[in-house]
């Protein structure tokens, strides 16, 4: 292919070095793409999933546009189209960094001595978690049910992170002996980390179930799982 008098952008007369960086070519946002390119992408795309998120969880994803955004994050619109492919590329971009992030459920206290506490609390802590986020978590859920991509993503999330972090506090009580040594707690953690969703999202920000209600399903469920895991005699 003859790239003579193309640069690596499609702008005329721009030469390319050995390394294959465009030399003299000047990027969209305004800065010359040499030895910084990488850094400024990166600056730009990490403006951009800032202001995204904020935009979305403010107006919902249909409603924000990619103006709106770029125009938040302070650089040129037609970036959004070149390094997400689109709103919904965009959208998905902050699914995969922030959503996971905030939706890991790692960020606990210490476990708890006495099983059916430490469960409560874990439950606990995914509710005020998932109030934090109900304006995003909101966004995602909707157009989950519309873009399979973003479905397979809180799939993943919930596969590879909140529910991995269960699963190691889950672990540590059956070493010490607190749960039965054949419980299947893959499958117990994949189930309360669900369940915690449900709770945290539907209960309490959907249905707007009353706070005392919610405690007492945690309370409920907490020692019905406790109790359901001890070690039988």
């Known amino acids: 292919m003859d790239r003579k008098g193309t640069g690596l952008d499609g702008n005329l007369d721009g030469k390319v070095d050995a390394n294959g960086d465009a030399e003299g070519c000047c ?89 059916e506490t430490d469960l409560a609390r874990f439950l606990h802590a995914q509710l005020k978690h998932s109030w934090k986020c109900r304006d995003f978590t909101r966004v995602v859920l909707a157009r989950a049910l519309v873009d399979q991509a973003i479905a397979d993503e809180m799939a993943r999330t919930l596969s590879q992170s909140r529910t991995p972090c269960l699963l190691k506090r889950l672990e540590g009580f059956r070493d010490r002996g607190a749960i039965a040594a054949d419980a299947d707690l893959a499958n117990v953690a994949a189930g309360i980390a669900t369940l915690s969703f449900g709770l945290g999202f539907l209960d309490q920000v959907v249905f707007g179930r009353d706070d005392a209600g919610i405690c007492a399903m945690v309370r409920t469920l907490a020692h019905t799982i406790a109790h359901g895991l001890t070690p039988r005699a």
Do not use: H, M
């Open 27 to 115: 990027s969209p946002e305004g800065g010359c793409e040499g030895g910084g390119r990488r850094r400024d992408r990166a600056a730009t795309e990490n403006a951009l999933l800032d202001a995204a998120k904020i935009v979305f969880a403010e107006r919902g994803f249909d409603a924000a546009t990619t103006r709106d955004i770029a125009g938040r994050a302070g650089v040129n619109e037609q970036l959004i189209q070149r390094y997400f492919s689109g709103k919904s590329g965009l959208l998905l971009a902050v699914v995969e960094r922030y959503w996971r992030e905030e939706s890991g459920g790692c960020d606990l206290p210490p476990p708890d001595e006495d099983l």
